[in-house]
């Protein structure tokens, strides 16, 4: 082998240039494994709700139409 910066080294024998290696051909890649996929289930609300999503209104004896308590007089 040659250095190529020193010029004074020399060939050693038994190390001449190898042939060039082909390539080995290239094979496709295995198919992957496919993950079952899971049920979705639908969870159920703690409360009934109307066809947007919110809960339906219900009139509450102790609230008046605003949402405040309602003071009752004993």
Known sequence: MR???DN???DL???TPA???EPEPK???PPRARRAALKQ???ELLEATD???LPVWQRDEA???TGLPVWRKD
Do not use: E, I, N, Y
């Open 19 to 21: 042939a060039p290696m």
């Open 13 to 15: 024998p038994g190390f």
């Open 41 to 43: 289930v639908q969870l």
């Open 27 to 29: 094979r496709p890649p």
């Open 3 to 5: 250095d190529k910066k």
């Open 8 to 10: 004074a080294t020399f």
């Open 51 to 53: 066809t947007s999503g």
């Open 63 to 65: 609230l008046d139409l």
